[in-house]
């Protein structure tokens, strides 16, 4: 458990127009907020503007009630899953999963041990030794997942993370990611425009 | 967004590409401006010398994308079209004669045909075709396999015969790849150098390059030089205009059905006759090279490849002593293009869009008119490099750096930069997070672009004649020395070498082919 609670207080995001009206949320640990929207309203900017790439408008983002503001994007440790899996391709899948821990300082012995309890959890263990360029959509997906959640990051990001997949693989992953965020605790925030995926998954949602 | 963050070391790394195309490109040819701009230059626009020898490769330019498009049109037919076994082989065969060294390949003709045709304007146009059909049969066939078959099988039930079906409805949609192929043919045709020293009679044959070549080194006239580099500039973008007027502004075509199975007899028999005739034209001058190396008149022989170290056979300077400079030249140019071509990669991911276009200026520009610049820049004052050996390196890289940009920048624009950002919320540091979003690219590209301007520089023929002494000539030029000797000794002797470049320049390009292909690159 992390036990951190994101809190957004008066949060404006955008580019030079804000996108939203004023922003207040917060997620605690475990919890799952998904953000409902149809495309262009903003959904994939607030995860970026969350995970430091835009800056915002106004307002404030604190983790743990401390603020995030100048806080670099590789400081936050804050997990982001897009829609396209984005595995580095020259790594090993365990490499990949480890990415995070060798970051944060850990040996690669550490990373390796973790990264293959990931990836027996996520079921691929009988992979390891594929590229990534060999795998599914669905596999890939998982390893992503697998990737954002191996360093225990303070706050879970997924930009409709498995849209692109066929109902049935992404129903599975939906489900995976919910068993996940509720064993470690992870704060979790979700976007997507399905609204059965909001039903499936969410502890609360959000639309605007 | 991702040039905002962009690890602080490398946001202003474009500058350092952006200076060296300033000094050692723009630098050079305003020097050359400057130097050749007078009334003597402007009146050998009143002579007729110049005029003449346009319109004579014009000529020989329209004969040599005729007889390319006769030849490659169907090869390309036949390989993006159909799926059978050993199509790859063919492409890649198809292929070779494109990067063969010039001097090469018309050592090649000259000893395929002996005595039986004549050097002459015959024979260029027939090396220029057989150099170009890769250029026709990779561009044309990559639109080929767009088409949709569906639209012939269309006209055919309206009535039209297999003759109308390709004329009325494949030829002109295929227009647009046909215009550009053809624009590229007639340009390398116009400015060709290697081909008409070696094959060309000197009267009906000449080019504006060999003018340029000949002014600068033998009569030192560089108003001609410089009349004859502004005549064939204003020439090849006037192509390059009448090129992009003609080609329609139709959208990218989606449709990619595959290629078909080949059915009926008829078909396989003319898939089989084309990718004979593809395998004889394409072979036949480098088996001829082959042969020339290992015998005499006394029969098979190795004595020309013993006899490689000595002097005494040829009386112009030892070949291997200039296989020793060429390759030389060649890693000095490789790990210049290295540099650059790192260089270019930064200025493609952080959009200095003006940097590449500073980077593609070399392809308007002659070989022997970029050699000519930097001779005259950087041959006195602060910055005299002749006694460094740099000057060939230098000129050789950026002649490379075009093809460098064609092959890296897909590479490039393939990385998605949320990769990046991936690795940062990863707790990556901003430096750990680019090397692991970009550097496996930014690598191959290093050592493709070295790869790619080794092979330049190994087969160059027009900058290093003028750059370089003439006691210590690189292969071509050797080569070409060597053919203009009298003698079966001096022949042998140049088509060892020939077999020599050839080899390592194969060996060159599959390393950079390998390198480009990897998939960790998508």
Not at chain 2, 402 to 420: E, F, G, H, K, Q
Not at chain 2, 426 to 452: D, I, K, N, S
Request: proline share 5%.
């Amino acid at each position: 458990m992390t036990g951190l609670i994101l809190q957004v207080n008066d949060l404006m995001i955008g580019y030079e127009e804000a996108l939203t009206p004023a922003l207040n949320f917060s997620v605690g640990p475990g919890e799952i907020l998904v953000v409902v929207g149809d495309s262009g309203c903003g959904k994939s900017t607030l995860l970026s503007t969350l995970a430091g790439v835009n800056p915002p408008l106004s307002g404030e983002i604190l983790l743990g009630g401390k603020s995030l503001s100048g806080v670099p994007i590789h400081k936050r440790n804050i997990g982001l899953v897009f829609q396209e899996p984005l595995l580095f391709p020259h790594l090993s899948l365990i490499d990949n999963i480890g990415y995070a821990l060798r970051s944060s300082g850990e040996s690669h012995s550490a990373a390796r041990i973790r990264a293959t309890e990931l990836l027996d959890w996520v079921g691929l263990s009988e992979i390891a030794g594929q590229k990534t360029w060999q795998l599914s959509g669905g596999q890939a997906g998982r390893i992503a997942l697998a990737r954002a959640i191996a360093a225990k990051p303070n706050v879970l990001l997924l930009d409709e993370p498995y849209s692109a997949l066929d109902p049935g693989t992404r129903l599975r992953l939906l489900a995976d990611v919910k068993n996940l965020v509720t064993r470690e605790g992870i704060p979790t925030i979700h976007v997507t425009h399905d609204r059965s995926e909001a039903e499936l998954l969410a502890t609360r949602t959000l639309t605007w | 967004m991702l040039a905002q963050h962009l690890p602080r070391g490398l946001k202003w790394l474009w500058v350092f590409p952006a200076i060296l195309f300033l000094m050692f490109l723009i630098y050079p040819i305003i020097k050359l401006a400057v130097t050749a701009w007078s009334t003597e230059m402007l009146n050998e626009f009143t002579d007729s010398t110049v005029w003449r020898v346009a319109l004579l490769a014009s000529g020989q330019a329209v004969l040599s994308v005729a007889l390319s498009l006769l030849i490659g049109i169907p090869i390309a037919r036949v390989l993006f079209n159909y799926h059978f076994r050993g199509r790859g082989i063919i492409l890649a065969l198809v292929t070779v004669p494109f990067v063969l060294p010039t001097v090469v390949v018309a050592l090649g003709f000259r000893s395929l045909f002996g005595d039986v045709v004549p050097n002459g304007l015959l024979l260029v146009v027939l090396a220029h075709a057989y150099i170009n059909i890769a250029v026709i049969v990779r561009l044309v066939g990559a639109q080929w396999s767009t088409l949709d078959p569906r639209m012939e099988v269309t006209a055919a039930t309206l009535g039209a015969n297999p003759f109308r079906v390709f004329t009325s409805i494949t030829l002109p949609a295929l227009r647009n790849s046909i215009v550009l192929a053809a624009s590229v043919v007639f340009i390398f045709s116009f400015s060709s150098l290697g081909i008409v020293v070696v094959l060309g009679d000197g009267s009906s044959t000449r080019t504006l390059e060999q003018v340029l070549l000949r002014s600068t080194s033998v009569l030192l006239d560089f108003p001609a030089a410089f009349a004859a580099a502004i005549l064939q500039l204003v020439v090849v973008s006037l192509v390059f205009v009448i090129s992009a007027r003609m080609s329609r502004n139709e959208p990218r075509a989606k449709v990619v059905l595959g290629r078909k199975q080949i059915s009926g007899r008829k078909s396989m028999w003319s898939v089989r006759l084309t990718c004979l005739v593809a395998m004889i034209v394409v072979i036949s001058p480098i088996a001829s090279i082959l042969w020339a190396s290992i015998s005499s008149s006394g029969g098979i022989t190795l004595q020309w490849w013993s006899e490689l170290a000595s002097t005494s056979n040829t009386r112009i300077g030892s070949p291997i002593a200039a296989l020793g400079r060429s390759l030389g030249l060649a890693l000095g140019t490789a790990v210049l293009a290295a540099v650059l071509g790192g260089a270019i990669a930064i200025a493609v991911m952080s959009k200095k869009g003006f940097v590449v276009s500073l980077a593609l200026i070399p392809l308007g520009i002659s070989a022997v008119t970029l050699g000519l610049g930097i001779l005259l820049a950087f041959s006195r004052g602060p910055l005299d490099l002749r006694g460094t050996g740099a000057l060939i390196p230098i000129t050789h890289a950026l002649i490379a750096v075009p093809i460098v940009v064609a092959v890296a920048t897909p590479s490039l624009r393939n990385v998605d930069p949320r990769r990046y950002f991936v690795a940062l919320t990863l707790g990556a540091a901003p430096m750990r997070a680019w090397w692991t979003a970009f550097g496996t690219v930014f690598g191959g590209v290093m050592l493709a672009a070295g790869g790619l301007a080794a092979a330049v520089s190994l087969g160059e023929f027009g900058a290093a004649t003028l750059l370089s002494r003439t006691d210590s000539p690189t292969v071509p030029i050797q080569i070409a020395r060597l053919l203009s000797k009298p003698g079966e000794s001096a022949f042998a002797t140049a088509a060892v070498l020939s077999v020599i470049l050839m080899f390592i320049t194969m060996t060159l390009l599959l390393i950079v082919d390998k390198i480009a292909s990897r998939k960790v690159f998508t």
